[in-house]
């Protein structure tokens, strides 16, 4: 299998997550998303994949990418440890979790975005800054209220165990902090993610533990 990543990916991010916990052995093949004007624009990469974007998973013949499909893809063809509960009404309320991160939040801070206001809308690096932490501040604090209401233990944001949703978290977390977005509203969120760092699959996935790191 192989990962092809970028080690500020949040997306990728996730996926090297998921990979971990689920034990999955992997090679990761770095695309710099800014040198040479980003490899993932290159048309190498976009004969692999055409929607140009990390991260993008190649396993038994086939490719894809967006971290949600990978994630679930992996949930498939290795079932344990499960990223997803049992029960129908809990998967949902796991997946509502996770998207509001990769739906609602990383869709308008993602660099794409960021570079977009800065170059051809011509906004100055506050008015960007603003921007992000706003968004940030949109989804942080609905996500901190199902937090309180699904945490089975103060250390998942459902349950009692690693869900999809936690895995969404993190380097949405790390981001965040790396913005300096102001964290003091959700504390059951920080404590949560302070929790799953400490696991190995997530503190292997960090950003400055991966080859490519700058």
Not at 42 to 49: C, D, K, M, P, S
Not at 162 to 167: C, F, G
Request: with cysteine; aromatic share 10%; proline share 7%.
């Amino acid at each position: 299998m192989k990962l092809f990543t970028y080690f500020r990916s949040s997306a990728a991010y996730r996926v090297r997550i998921a990979l971990n916990y689920k034990d999955v052995d992997y090679e990761q093949v770095p695309r710099h998303l800014l040198r040479n004007g980003g490899e993932h624009r290159l048309e190498g990469y976009l004969e692999i994949n055409p929607q140009g974007l990390v991260p993008a998973i190649e396993h038994a013949g086939r490719v894809f990418g967006q971290s949600l499909a990978i994630i679930e893809y992996l949930e498939e063809i290795r079932p344990e440890p499960p990223l997803l509960p049992r029960e129908p009404a809990d998967r949902a309320v796991v997946r509502s979790m996770a998207l509001g991160i990769a739906c609602d939040i990383h869709p308008l801070n993602n660099l794409r975005v960021l570079n977009y206001l800065k170059g051809p809308l011509g906004q100055d690096p506050a008015a960007v800054d603003a921007w992000y932490r706003h968004w940030i501040a949109e989804g942080f604090g609905a996500l901190e209220e199902l937090a309180r209401r699904h945490s089975g233990d103060g250390r998942h944001l459902f349950g009692r165990s690693v869900t999809l949703a936690d895995v969404f978290l993190v380097p949405q977390v790390y981001n965040a902090r790396r913005f300096r977005c102001d964290l003091g509203e959700y504390p059951t969120l920080v404590t949560i993610c302070a929790h799953l760092d400490s696991l190995p699959a997530f503190a292997a996935a960090r950003p400055e533990a991966q080859p490519d790191a700058e």
